[in-house]
């Protein structure tokens, strides 16, 4: 497995939705295939959604769960072993453990050591301890572990083998209402190392959890957008981040019929006659008419911006 994340506060849901879907836009590697998405409602009851293939953005997520005050995540390539919610198991009224790498290795007992975290909590034990006195038994099992519990409390941690790699991404960040955790690994990007994947992550769930702006953000293509032919390839947004323009110094999209490359990589992105940033991911659409047209899939009407402050000069 190559991506978990898990939150508490409100909005979590969204949190971790939107941190999964960055990482198959912004990310190369093992991801966009399968994913399991849970929630813990109001009333403290697991609900979880799953799919072996096309990531996270195809999973049927009800609206409500975005607004979920506890939610976990764990997403890698494409058709894993069944059943897929062994990768991120839960308890009612409890908890949710998700993690990277084998989060279902057996420990020296022979247990998932997921299961085996779930359980320790479930007898009251805290995430952090529970995570802890697992690896210290299990120090070169293959796995990092997150768990979150219906209080807020979180715990994470990779084993003393993972811990090793050099392709590790991780972050965190904590208020007195809010906080999340994501761990990964073997995801690049193309402007630097690992990490700077799990920091772009980073700021998206937090914006998600406090409103705070992130560096990178979501732009949408909600409606179909003419082309307009020009100098340079520039993408107009309003202030809502929606797709209001496209202009591009490629005639050929004019023309074009097809299934494409409608916003291009590194594209300036213009908002009320002020470019504010850059396009960090590319935007698909069906082409006819002259026109860009959003897919039938809501998720891959996005592209990703990096806001002009943290644009390389």
Excluded at 40 to 64: F, N, Y
Excluded at 194 to 221: N, V
């Amino acid at each position: 497995m190559t991506i978990g994340i898990a939150s508490f506060g409100t909005r979590s849901g969204a949190a971790v939705f939107n941190a999964v879907l960055a990482a198959e836009l912004l990310g190369r590697g093992a991801i966009g295939g399968f994913a399991v998405f849970a929630i813990l409602d109001a009333d403290g009851k697991v609900h979880h959604r799953w799919t072996q293939d096309g990531g996270v953005g195809t999973l049927d997520i009800p609206a409500s769960w975005h607004d979920a005050g506890i939610a976990a995540c764990i997403s890698s390539g494409p058709n894993r072993p069944e059943p897929l919610i062994q990768f991120l198991p839960g308890a009612n009224g409890c908890a949710l453990v998700t993690g990277h790498r084998l989060p279902h290795a057996p420990n020296t007992s022979d247990v998932p050591i997921n299961d085996a975290v779930l359980a320790r909590l479930n007898t009251g034990e805290a995430p952090q301890a529970a995570i802890d006195a697992e690896f210290a038994q299990s120090p070169e099992i293959d796995a990092g572990l997150i768990a979150i519990t219906a209080d807020g409390a979180l715990g994470w941690a990779n084993s003393a083998r993972v811990q090793r790699r050099s392709d590790l991404g991780q972050a965190r960040r904590s208020d007195a209402d809010r906080r999340f955790a994501l761990l990964h690994n073997s995801i690049f990007v193309a402007d630097g190392p690992c990490q700077h994947l799990a920091d772009a992550l980073s700021g998206i769930a937090w914006q998600a959890l406090t409103g705070t702006p992130a560096p990178h953000s979501f732009l949408k293509l909600g409606r179909p957008i003419a082309f307009r032919l020009a100098e340079r390839d520039r993408i107009v947004v309003d202030g809502a981040g929606d797709i209001i323009g496209l202009e591009t110094a490629n005639p050929a999209l004019l023309t074009a019929e097809r299934v494409g490359t409608a916003g291009y990589l590194s594209a300036e992105i213009w908002q009320a006659e002020r470019r504010i940033g850059i396009a960090v991911t590319e935007l698909f659409a069906r082409m006819a008419g002259g026109t860009a047209h959003p897919q039938d899939e809501p998720d891959s009407r996005n592209l990703m911006i990096a806001r002009l402050s943290d644009v390389a000069a």
